[in-house]
């Protein structure tokens, strides 16, 4: 499998507040799939990531962007990170409000929650597709630049 990531400068501030945008995309369920994650802090730092999967469920692939997304912002587990995404499901999930029942979503939950545990506080909020443009374009740019 070949992964694509693009960064930029990331300043760390111990004050500042960090926002997360992540999306997962797939052409076909499952198909080629791809995630995007936009990190941004308050005080103007921005750092973009994007990956190429495989084939993957859209489900998988949002799964995929959230892990990712936690662990890119190791650096800031004494910060309040909130993340944003399009994902009812996942963001239900998370939240606690919709159950896992799909073994291998299950998985991916597990990690992310286990990732999450190793910072002082995290939120996890759906977004309206129109919102979270930078991370759908990064995750498709992930699928069209391996294809």
């Known amino acids: 499998m070949k992964l694509k990531q693009d960064s930029l400068p990331f300043k760390k501030s111990e004050n500042d507040r960090i926002d997360i945008f ?26 973009e990531v994007k990956k190429y999967l495989g084939t993957r469920t859209n489900n998988q692939a949002e799964y995929t962007a959230l892990i990712t997304a936690l662990e890119s912002a190791h650096g800031h587990k004494n910060q309040e990170i909130r993340i944003f995404t399009d994902s009812l499901l996942l963001a239900n999930q ?6 896992v029942k799909h073994p291998e979503i299950k998985e991916l939950y597990t990690k992310a929650k286990s990732l999450i545990e190793g910072f002082r506080r995290v939120t996890i909020r759906h977004i309206p597709r129109e ?17």
Do not use: F, T
Not at 22 to 47: M, T
Not at 94 to 99: L, P
Not at 131 to 141: F, P, Q
């Open 131 to 147: 919102e979270n443009r930078e991370a759908d374009r990064l995750a498709n740019l992930a699928i069209d630049e391996y294809l």
């Open 94 to 99: 998370m939240n606690g409000i919709w159950k």
């Open 22 to 47: 992540i999306d997962g995309a797939a052409r076909g369920n499952p198909g080629e799939s791809g995630i995007g994650v936009l990190i941004k802090e308050e005080s103007g730092g921005a750092r």
